[in-house]
């Protein structure tokens, strides 16, 4: 029991790491051969945060751990949107922009809806089991392609008014520009660490639930989900600590969309991953959630989120986590 939490932990601090070291070898490369800082941003740094839910849940679907696999994603959608946006909204209000309220968050909601129809064969077709097969997983990834069309499209419209280049660039500086040959290291190392990370985190999600007798899927909606949401946590308190609170949200949607369309449709395709119905309740909480959030924003001073409304945010979290606990 020791050596398997002592993995699972050890595997995240890997996955964290590893996200870290691949996207500044890759963001040196990139820089030194003058990519601009907008292409990087969307690009290396957003694939890179999305990782160890990539990782997770691709290893988990090899595996057959269906429970892994698609509760990680469910439950780090639903601290991203409660937890960490509430928590974002508490240390500051936050002023949305139009796009995000209008276009983003929508979309993440029929990027929750997409996976909820595709996984739910056997109430829509009368199938004998429910699979997100690799047919979904292709449906995903297309979604997954008209975002990043849409996300680049909207970054043209920011740089003609100029209003891009302050987003994120201060970050984007930070990164060091290395030799090739180093640059090329991080990123195999980045890599490996990944690799290890996803694979001790899954072995050992998986010894802890058997040893304390809970499923699955109750320890990848909770300490799962939790410990991949962690850059996104730690992200967002610094934004909003530096008066950058749209930029946490930005990311809190981003993550939500990349987490369905490329990490589930991508799993998918590496192994179709068969879908519990319990989770159905789960899904449905993050659907309502996403709803209350946008009620939440349209609802007193619009395009704001308010400290009052964030505590609420993070109080449903811990309904949530009580939920599961009496679950099981």
């Known amino acids: 029991m020791w050596l398997s939490l002592f993995l699972f932990v050890v595997g995240f601090v890997f996955l964290i790491k590893g996200a870290d070291i691949l996207v500044d070898g890759s963001s040196s490369i990139a820089k030194k051969y003058k990519i601009s800082n907008l292409v990087i941003g969307l690009t290396i740094i957003a694939f890179g945060t999305s990782a160890p839910e990539l990782l997770i849940s691709a290893i988990a679907a090899f595996e057959e751990s269906a429970d892994i696999a698609i509760g990680n994603v469910i439950g780090s959608s639903i601290s991203n949107t409660l937890l960490i946006l509430g928590t974002v909204a508490l240390i500051a209000p936050i002023t949305l922009k139009k796009d995000t309220v209008n276009k983003e968050i929508p979309f993440s909601l029929l990027a929750v809806l997409a996976v909820l129809f595709l996984a739910?064969?056997?109430?829509?077709?009368?199938?004998?089991?429910?699979?997100?097969?690799?047919?979904?997983?292709?449906?995903?990834?297309?979604?997954?392609?008209?975002?990043?069309?849409?996300?680049?499209?909207?970054?043209?419209?920011?740089?003609?008014?100029?209003?891009?280049?302050?987003?994120?660039?201060?970050?984007?500086?930070?990164?060091?520009?290395?030799?090739?040959?180093?640059?090329?290291?991080?990123?195999i190392g980045g890599l490996a660490g990944l690799l290890l990370g996803g694979e001790w985190v899954v072995a050992g999600a998986g010894d802890i639930a058997n040893y304390l007798g809970l499923s699955e899927s109750f320890i990848s909606l909770t300490l799962v989900a939790l410990g991949t949401s962690l850059p996104e946590l730690t992200t967002g308190v610094m934004a909003a600590r530096k008066g950058r609170a749209n930029m946490a949200v930005g990311g809190v949607i981003g993550s939500n969309i990349f987490n369905f369309l490329w990490v589930l449709g991508a799993s998918a395709v590496i192994a179709p991953i068969s879908y519990h119905y319990v989770l159905n309740i789960d899904m449905m909480i993050l659907v309502v959630v996403t709803i209350l959030t946008l009620f939440f924003i349209y609802s007193g001073k619009q395009n704001i989120l308010s400290r009052k409304e964030g505590a609420i945010l993070v109080s449903l979290y811990a309904l949530y986590i009580v939920f599961l606990v009496y679950r099981g």
Do not use: C
Not at 128 to 155: E, K, M, Q, S
Not at 168 to 174: A, H, I, R
């Open 120 to 187: 739910n064969d056997f109430l829509l077709d009368n199938s004998a089991a429910n699979l997100l097969t690799r047919g979904d997983g292709l449906t995903l990834l297309l979604f997954f392609v008209i975002f990043i069309y849409y996300t680049f499209g909207l970054t043209q419209k920011h740089k003609k008014s100029g209003v891009l280049d302050t987003l994120g660039k201060d970050e984007l500086e930070k990164v060091p520009v290395q030799s090739n040959w180093f640059s090329v290291l991080m990123i």
